[in-house]
């Protein structure tokens, strides 16, 4: 089904303004492209691990949501979601309950890749039908931008920082994605909030599925990355046009690229315009980002392969 | 509950008038929280060059595009930060950002923005 934005529109808006993200942030708009996809008839139950967007979409006695919203700790929303999908399901069964019911976890990339993976590993592994969605700025952006497991190597952050004998963080990112895809479960998603059509169509098989589902979307920080606030969906699509944040899915096992990247461009260039790299333009810092090359010319001709492109 | 819960005096409230929890008992409150105060910029469409596409409707992050009819009907003023995604997206240009101040008819209180913006200039050059 083809989808169109003339039909969105008329939906109902479930992340209402007012909330208290920074102006440009990329989550809300990650979060709005993702519950625009949820099935209409359903009622949506969102769990916030903690993070910029649960303490600034739920401040007492304000919520964004027009959806149920819960906040959770950081390492454990995956787990309160899974006990609400369980208690759901037992009340389901004793006919206490009739409307269909979805659940969603909005968690950042420190919630996801470092505090709260042992919780999510937990969730999809044992199967709980959940789409749990990773909108990913590559830091700890809420306390002021520490590095996180989703930081790539050469990036400044406040526990990275740059100086002698130091370039910013020494070590490549993990491939949550692919470890997520490693649980086996029936539906994982790799996507950026400039390309709103494939993040909507991701969206929308995740909510379909019967099973646990995984989003991992990048969501640029202009704060944390230092860029023009504006330039949100620009450096989104970028990341994607240089490989570094590649688009891809991986249904029942079977990997595919969704976004057939025509003209790949030099990292250099997205590393330009961001604050946070602006170090390794100095000269004694050259070598990082030939590193950091390699690393996601590596990195991409695996996909590549894993894809069945090569 | 009922379907408007009144916050204004929350200041004053004793503990046993919150609720239990800390729940908020409706959902969306942050409709009547006005974040447009914090814009610098603000949005302004030239309806003539606009093609009703609703780009902007989907990369907004603050949900302040009004859809009246299945066309496009400006900001939602009260909540929109006045990041200037929408103008950057926008296919047609037809939207772009103005000072907020003179969008009040505050020219007195204009920033000397040229003079800033030539400063900026020489810094990246």
Known sequence: MAIKLSEIVKQKELLAGGHRMCAGCGAPIAVRQVLHAAPQDAQIVVSGATGCLAVSTAIYPYSAWQTSFIHSAFENASATISGIEAAYIALKKQGKIGKDFRFVVFGGDGGTYDIGFQ?????????????????????YMNTGTQRSGATPMGTWTTTSPYGKGSSGKTQNRKDLTAIAAAHNIPYVAQAAVHHWRDTVAKAQKAFAVDGPAFLNILAPCHRGWRYPMEKTIELSKMATEACIWPLYEVENGEWRLTGKVQNKQELRGYLKVQGRFSHLFKPENEGVIEQMQEFVDQQWEALLVRCGEK | MSKSWDVSEISKWGWSKHPVGAVIPEPATTNRYVTGGWRSLRPILDLEKCVHCFICFIFCPDSSILVENEKMDGFKLEHCKGCGICAQVCPKNAIHMMNEAEALGLEQCLLPDDDKKDKKEDKSA
């Open chain 1, 119 to 139: 919780a999510l590993s937990g969730m999809l592994e044992r199967g709980h039908r959940v789409l749990y969605v990773c909108y990913n700025n590559e830091a």
